[in-house]
């Protein structure tokens, strides 16, 4: 039995009681199941609260039949990375940066994924020869500056896989940077091994960027996975996505954000939920989304605030979304309290 179906067979085992459908129900969820990949790993299962119908961690990766709606809006590819993609695995949306896409794989499958069509359990990686073309792409690129490992979940792969891969782009003099997106260190906390740590410490400027959408996440087990990264001098980030029914209300917001500075782990995006296909019921609007962050900053600490961010539909790349505090004319500005002042004119 792979590792992966160990996995999903225990979280059969672990599915939250009062989530437990009735027989059209099951029949339904099993056509979810057939076109979206679902996997819960022991860690998630564990997150669960079997008695709340409404709990955030069980709405984040168990299936619902409301993904099998399909709004003319949404797209198969959201946020438009085949666009930009000039070799397998590599996309190349803005000059100085681009994402290597090593695995398709994840270790669980989050229901308003943006990248819901393309992974799966079964769907691969790079194989060998692909990967070493896309090497070669970012090494004949000088312009390349940063290398976002994304996927996929990266930290699926070996300790040894990883080792080599940091290796080779680390021997690329003009990649300065490299950055690797993971949901690991919360859903299997133990893959966070001194190997694992090891493998991902190089010369280079390395960034572990945590996806996390709920402070019930940061669990015991995953604190210390995130201090071992932590510890061993890779600093982390946090992107999470703002989700109805999971964060969207400021204390929920709140919680997150200072739980994962509290993790020594610094909030670097909020997305505004993209038009993944099925998606619906996790939208909130983009107003909804501003008076959200304006009350945040009005409640926690500087450290705690992330950047709100909408990527463009169509593959135009990621643009922050307010709220403003400045007036058109740059005339008044807003505290954050809600007061305003005047600002003089120069
Ligand atoms: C999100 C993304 C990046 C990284 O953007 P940052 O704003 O630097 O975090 C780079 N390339 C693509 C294609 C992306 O979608």
Known sequence: MTAAKAMRRHAADNLPRASVPNRDQLTALQDVAARYAVAITPAVADMMNPNDPQDP???????????????PQEHADPIGDDAHSPVEG?????????????????????????????????????????????????????????????????LVLSPRRLKDVMARLTAIEHVKAIRVHTRVPTVAP????????KALRTDKATFVVLHANHARELTKAARAACARLVDAGIPMLSQSVLLRGVNDDAGTLGELMRTLVECRIKPYYLHHADL???????????TEGQALMRELHGR???????????????????????????????????????RRHAYPPL
């Open 57 to 71: 961690i069980a709405r984040q990766f168990l299936p619902d039949m409301r993904e099998l709606e399909h709004l």
């Open 90 to 154: 590599v996309v190349h949306r803005y000059p100085d940066r681009v994402l290597l896409k090593l695995v398709n794989a994840c270790a669980v499958y989050c229901r308003f994924c943006f990248r819901r069509e393309m992974v799966g359990p079964g769907r691969g990686g790079l194989s060998p020869r692909a990967l070493s073309a896309a090497l070669d792409y970012i090494a004949k690129t000088p312009q390349i500056w940063e290398v976002i490992l994304t996927g996929g979940d990266p």
């Open 190 to 197: 133990q893959r966070i091994t001194p190997a694992l740590v």
């Open 276 to 286: 993944a296909p099925g998606t619906a019921h996790f939208r909130t609007s983009m």
């Open 300 to 338: 926690v600490s500087g450290l705690c605030q992330p950047t709100y961010v909408l990527d463009i539909p169509g593959g135009y790349g990621k643009s922050p979304v307010g709220p403003t505090y400045l007036n058109a004319d740059g005339s008044e500005i807003e505290d954050f309290t809600g």
